[in-house]
């Protein structure tokens, strides 16, 4: 049985690996752009006062976010795209690090003013938070290249999962209820509060497969030997997610218009071969 065809997606859209070989891709110096005025001027009083931006994110999860060799200096495209949105701002900025799954209680409470995280906006999400796109990422099932699983072979299989992702919120129970409804085993899940432990569980092969973003299954794949991208599909936008009634959305969605029409944005994601995640068009609350 055809998982994607029990489940008519329609609008998957193959794309190629962003896998790098390079084991630390990160930029020399960290990237700051102009200050986007019409944007900072309505940076609400209290963060300009603090005169820092706070954006929280995960860790070990490279490329898009990732302590650089030797140090404890964030990189990535994540902690990129958070540098550009600060000084678009007229900021300085402040990371912090959190599991994926504590990433929206914390800003529910007012720890941190925005996330930068790879998170795809859903209807869930979005009684939380407001969102603004920042690029595109797809999914992909990754395993051994000797074992034989894909986003069509998942039934019954043991698969890694990142706690909180939208693979195991939004595709795992459709995929369930596609393998139960043909007769099938719904998928083992294994869930693991980092995506370092995710590739783990495959390369040490406790799981036939991981299954995350596509951005973080193409770099395992170019940097663990026998680790390979089995599927990637369903490119969609994720988004910066900020508490609502903050008065942060209209500047950072000004911001955010301001940094995909500059050099410094492609400048970011062709550091990480990411380039083809670029986006002309900056959506604002648009659920996947």
């Not at 065809?5 to 790098?20: E, K, M």
């Not at 060799?69 to 964030?74: A, R, S």
């Not at 990433?103 to 906006?121: C, E, F, H, N, Q």
Request: glycine residues 8%.
């Amino acid at each position: 049985m055809s998982t994607l065809v029990a489940l008519s997606i329609s609008a998957l859209a193959f794309t190629a690996c962003a896998g790098t070989t390079d084991s630390d891709p990160s930029p020399a110096a960290e990237p700051t752009m102009p200050v986007v005025q019409d944007a900072a001027d309505l940076v609400p009083a209290a963060i300009k006062d603090k005169g820092v931006l706070t954006v929280v994110m995960p860790t070990n999860e490279p490329p898009m976010q990732f302590y650089k060799q030797g140090t404890k200096d964030m990189t990535g495209v994540n902690a990129d795209i958070a540098r550009l949105l600060a000084s678009a701002l007229g900021l300085g900025i402040d990371i912090q690090i959190a599991n994926f799954d504590a990433l929206i209680p914390g800003l529910a409470a007012g720890r941190y003013d925005a996330t930068v995280s790879s998170m795809t906006p859903t209807e869930e999400r979005m009684q939380t938070l407001d969102f603004v796109e920042y690029m595109n990422i797809g999914s992909a099932v990754g395993a051994l290249e000797e074992t034989d699983v894909s986003i069509d072979d998942m039934c019954g299989r043991s698969v890694a999962l990142l706690s909180g992702s939208y693979q195991l919120s939004v595709n795992i129970p459709l995929i369930d209820e596609a393998c139960t409804s043909g007769g099938e085993q719904p998928v083992d899940v294994m869930v693991f509060a980092e995506t370092r432990q995710v590739i783990q569980a495959v390369t040490s092969g406790r799981a036939d497969a991981a299954f995350a973003d596509s951005t973080v299954i193409g770099y395992a794949a170019g940097q663990n030997p026998g680790f390979v991208v089995k599927s990637e599909f369903d490119s969609a936008p994720v988004a910066v997610g900020i508490p609502h009634d903050t008065g942060l959305l209209e500047p950072v969605t000004k911001a955010m218009e301001a940094i995909i029409d500059s050099p410094e944005y492609i400048e970011v994601l062709t550091t990480y071969g990411l380039e083809s995640g670029a986006i002309t068009e900056v959506g604002v609350n648009v659920p996947q």
